[in-house]
């Protein structure tokens, strides 16, 4: 295997964290307004991620800045390409981590709400794009001889690409209801396994559609049993929620992420960006790479650091491990109860 394709790996690799972490991550924002029935109740919520969603958004900067290094044809021609829907992502991205920390620096109600309805926008619209994004990827986009992207915005909403969204915002809504079950305690413990449910259907339905297309358009066999371990993996996430086992559940809705990502790169290699117009004009992990001598230094570099950054954040989350309740939020017994009484 030569170093280009190591990359492709690694890169792979880096997205499929980033989606594992930032997906529940996502999940609990946009579950932050449906299933919480009081300010209490969403605090807990946002507690389940507040030590550690900052943590999860280094994966994608990870991602960016190693396709950056590795391919950058690849990097320029997405970036420029994909230049609105990165953007708005971007932005939400922002402004939802001012939001986190910006909620609670007032106590007025107007002020808190406003917050969190940032944070339901901008987990949602995010978990959404991305799908597009890399379903657009993976079918392949209008690309020219010179590298360059030649096609339009309404290009990328095309039905795959628009059917792609739609999973990964009802994968990343499952998988969060899957965590907050997994965190919390109390009546919103059991709402979230519900919830659960219902958007594990929705999932499960979405997925195969879009798992089958894509086996047939563009699969292969490495993809087929990654789409097999994505379907086994998810029945099974199902399963394990409706007897009580959240730490199972979390577990294979990971697993099915995991999988779900894997098959895309999986369909994708030995492209890493085709062209919709010619197979000749696809951007390859050959004719996309950095040079070798740059690609030695990065995996030097990456074999010293990669260790110590997943050290530090598995340590994290063991730090954070326990469950949350009400009753662990000021004040969360008396609103509950007016919530009850109301």
Same mark, same amino acid.
């Given at each position: ?155 990328? /909403? ?9 999973? !990964? +915002?009802? =994968?990343? %809504?499952?998988?969060? *209801? &899957? $965590? ?102 696809? /951007? ?9 001598? !740059? +690609?030695? =230094?990065? %995996?030097?570099?990456? *074999? &010293? $650091? ?37």
């Amino acid at each position: 295997m030569q170093l280009h394709d190591v990359w492709f790996v690694l890169i792979a690799v880096l997205w499929i964290g980033y989606f594992f972490l930032e997906g529940f991550d996502f999940g609990i924002g946009i579950l932050s307004k449906p299933l919480a029935r009081d300010t209490a109740e969403r605090r807990v919520l946002i507690n389940t991620i507040g030590p550690v969603w900052d943590g999860n958004e280094v994966w994608l900067l990870t991602a960016g800045g190693a396709t950056f290094a590795a391919f950058p044809d690849w990097y320029a021609t997405l970036f420029s390409g994909f230049y609105i829907p990165l953007l708005v992502i971007l932005v939400c991205l922002i402004v939802r981590g001012v939001a986190f920390e910006y909620r609670a620096k007032r106590d007025g109600a107007r002020w808190q709400r406003n917050w969190e309805e940032a944070i339901f926008w901008t987990s949602l619209l995010p978990a959404f794009l991305w799908g597009v994004a890399f379903a657009n990827i993976v079918r392949g986009v209008d690309i020219d001889a010179q590298k360059n992207f030649v096609g339009s915005f309404w290009d990328l /909403l095309n039905p795959y690409a628009l059917l792609g969204g739609l999973v !990964t +915002l009802a =994968l990343f %809504t499952f998988h969060g *209801a &899957v $965590f907050a079950a997994l965190k919390t305690v109390g009546e919103i413990r059991d709402r979230a396994r519900t919830a659960a449910l219902g958007a594990g259907l929705a999932t499960a339905a979405l997925a195969l559609v879009f798992q089958i297309w894509t086996q047939v358009d563009s699969g292969n066999g490495r993809s087929l049993v990654a789409l097999t371990v994505a379907v086994v993996a998810l029945l099974g996430a199902l399963a394990a929620n409706q007897l009580r086992r959240e730490g199972w559940a979390f577990v294979l809705s990971g697993v099915t992420i995991v999988a779900a990502v894997a098959m895309l790169f999986l369909s994708l290699f030995p492209n890493v960006m085709p062209s919709s117009l010619n197979d000749a004009w696809s /951007l390859t992990v050959s004719n996309a790479a950095s040079a070798p001598y !740059t +690609l030695k =230094l990065m %995996t030097i570099v990456a *074999a &010293v $650091f990669t260790p110590l950054v997943l050290l530090y954040q598995g340590w994290t989350y063991w730090v954070f491990r326990k469950r949350i309740g009400v009753q662990h939020i000021p004040g969360g017994h008396q609103s509950a109860a007016a919530t009850e009484q109301g």
